[in-house]
Nanobody, 120 residues
Framework: QVQLVESGGGSVQAGSSLRLSCKVY??????MGWFRQTPGNQREPVAT???????????NYVDFVKGRFAISRDDAKNILYLQMNLLKPEDTGVYYC????????????WGLGTQVTVSP
């Protein structure tokens, strides 16, 4: 059974850092990503890492996190990370890990999410 289990969320003040982890069970995904959802809105991609199993891969970031967030993976542990620095209140949301050929679309695999709350 394929499972993605996120951890590392929490409540922090603006300017702080968090590192999210996504442990993958039962599969190896070459393409993975982190998505965020806020109340009343759809999930949106934050950072993706494509063609990355066993290699550096190609990372892409949404504009509002560029220079602050970094996506990476540990193939030996089968864990995807999201290092989040200089957090802002607008970064608040539930962060989901996703893996699959078409990230974020039907047929891809989601975790249950981890809450990140950033206070001013």
């Amino acid at each position: 059974q394929v499972q993605l289990v996120e951890s590392g969320g929490g409540s922090v003040q603006a300017g702080s850092s968090l590192r999210l982890s996504c442990k993958v069970y039962g599969a190896i995904f070459s393409d993975m990503g982190w998505f965020r959802q806020t109340p009343g809105n759809q999930r949106e991609p934050v950072a993706t890492l494509r063609d990355s199993y066993g290699k550096d891969g190609v990372a892409n970031y949404v504009d509002f996190v560029k220079g602050r967030f970094a996506i990476s993976r540990d193939d030996a542990k089968n864990i995807l990370y999201l290092q989040m620095n200089l957090l802002k209140p607008e970064d608040t949301g539930v962060y989901y890990c996703n893996g699959g050929v078409r990230l974020g679309e039907d047929g891809s695999t989601w975790g249950l999410g981890t809450q990140v709350t950033v206070s001013p």
